[in-house]
DNA sequence: GTCTATACAACGATAGAC
DNA sequence: GTCTATCGTTGTATAGAC
């Protein structure tokens, strides 16, 4: 793997373990095994080489996604998959947890990924319910938009959950609660 | 207000608009019209300031919750004016957003306070949902727990949407989403 | 109780040799 | 491309006068 690239892995591991205020150049550096000139030839400085951090796991989680939610299934099924595939947990949100840092959102290019992944998941949850509903599966009164926005909520707050009791377990539930929920409002014929 | 009192108050300010890593003792001291001396006359340093600033914070969200939990109502009311209560969404939750401080998080002192906020919020969200089952409000399947856990999820991941969409728009969506998903699971007989 | 002075490490970046 | 040296600033805290 080439330093560049080391240093972005390096800087993706960090943005998700500390955040970016707490991030600095050395730390990124040392864990990449390259030298402070080394990371200032490759990057103008902290901000560019979380560019090219935050925009990769961005990239990595969309399709992630979209590996999910876009299998077969009833619309159920596939948000249950979606909710339930493995997850590093305790570890929160690399995306999510940026919303966070003060840093990240006073700059208008580190938050733009950010958004556009929230914005991306909701739309395409909202599709997925969208088809259940159409096919009959789900009822004809359920909003879609509001309930994607709730399902994405749920995961992201399950990470906060998570994080606060020091257990997996809060996370656990919550998925588990927010299906519940979901599944009053299935026909029993999709 | 005491010189110990302004102290305090600026760092519950900073705490939740910037965080523990990025709150500097200099930022704390300037909005509080202290000197450096001052602070370090009435605190050790800033972690006993933050714990106080914290414990202040985690003994007032309890108190506003309970304020509207334990309000007369159904069930669904209840939970209803809770989940939409006036909130600085924007600015996140001053509690839940110390999740994501890695220096919180390793600080077993710090981070109790939060622990137990998300503990007892759960707690008692899940009692009110069982007196709305006792009552026949809500059905007798419904997992009060689980349920409880999803609900503070959307709540906190309501404000993790918001914070990346820039808007308050996602919040108040999620909120609704997760109200019309209960609604299906009321008996109508409240 | 509050002030100023001082200390020392870390941060984020630049300079210039190799 | 990578290294070491250096820089100015900020973070966090202590010392000691008033």
Redesign the pocket.
């Known amino acids: 793997m080439?330093?560049?690239e080391r240093l972005i892995e390096s800087t993706r591991e960090l943005l998700w373990e500390r955040g970016y205020?707490a991030?600095?150049?050395?730390?990124i550096q040392q864990r990449a095994g390259?030298?402070?000139?080394?990371m200032?030839?490759?990057f103008?400085?902290?901000?560019e080489l979380a560019l090219a951090a935050i925009s990769r796991t961005a990239q990595e989680m969309r399709a992630a996604g979209e590996e999910q939610l876009s299998a077969p299934g009833t619309a159920i099924e596939r948000i249950t998959r979606y909710l339930r595939r493995e997850r590093d947990v305790l570890k929160g949100c690399p995306i999510g947890r940026l919303t966070q840092d003060p840093e990240i959102m006073a700059d208008p290019t580190l938050r733009a990924p950010v958004e556009e992944t929230f914005a991306w998941v909701r739309g395409r949850l909202a599709e997925v319910l969208a088809e259940g509903r159409a096919r009959g599966e789900l009822a004809a009164t359920l909003d879609v938009a509001t309930t994607a926005a709730a399902v994405v909520a749920v995961l992201q707050g399950g990470y906060v959950l998570a994080r606060a009791a020091g257990s997996t377990a809060p996370f656990d539930q919550a998925i588990t609660g927010v299906l519940g929920l979901l599944a009053g409002h299935a026909t029993g014929q999709g």
């Open positions: 080439s330093t560049s205020v991030t600095s150049p050395k730390a390259a030298g402070q000139g080394s200032y030839h490759h103008t400085g902290k901000p």
